[in-house]
């Protein structure tokens, strides 16, 4: 009896730790993106904007599945380490959906300016102007469909946050597992 104890003790809180770290990594990448919004208009490319988006997911999922895997007896397996970063994925999603939900509710414009700017990158790319016009009108129209449903945009941010998740846990999962050592019985 004592002896199961021990060994419940062992196994950390998964919700716990998914969705502390989950809400870390939601609220990092929503700050990053409120960072960007205020230099508006500076020349802070979308591409920094990026690469600090993925340093802080890569560094979040680093430290969040070490942690676990620590509690976890210092072992976990990639099938664990996978489930745990796609759980704390899904709960950054959530945390995201939510701040672009708050978000375009006080600037709904923002997302239409920066469709200007794409559509001007586009252009002074020597894209063909009818096709970049064709893609700007099919762009407009969703975004007009997300802000007329925004239950749906936010359901589905969070689906498509889990899903990129899930790719990026693959490959993660792969060089943050620890198995457990095999004992080999010679008797």
């Known amino acids: 009896m004592r002896e199961l104890d021990l060994e419940e003790k062992k196994k950390p809180d998964f919700l716990r730790m998914a969705s502390k770290f989950g809400l870390i990594m939601g609220l990092a990448t929503s700050a990053v993106h409120f960072i960007f919004y205020l230099l508006e208009g500076s020349n802070v490319s979308s591409f920094i904007v990026t690469m600090l988006t993925l340093i802080a997911v890569i560094y979040i999922i680093y430290k969040a599945t070490k942690n676990y895997r620590t509690e976890s007896g210092g072992y976990i397996s990639y099938r664990q380490a996978l489930v745990y970063g796609v759980a704390i994925f899904m709960f950054a999603g959530i945390v995201g959906a939510i701040y ?14 920066q469709l ?15 096709a970049v016009e064709q893609i700007i009108s099919d762009m407009r129209e969703g975004l007009d469909y997300q802000m007329q ?36 019985n010679e008797s």
């Open 100 to 113: 672009s939900y708050i978000f375009n509710t006080i600037d709904p414009e923002y997302v239409y300016r």
């Open 149 to 184: 449903h925004p239950f749906q945009s936010i359901l589905s941010a969070i689906f498509w946050n889990t899903f990129l998740g899930t790719l990026f846990c693959l490959v993660s999962s792969a060089f943050l597992r620890k198995n457990k050592p095999e004992i080999i």
């Open 116 to 130: 200007e700017t794409v559509k001007q990158q586009f252009l002074d790319a020597k894209f063909a102007e009818m």
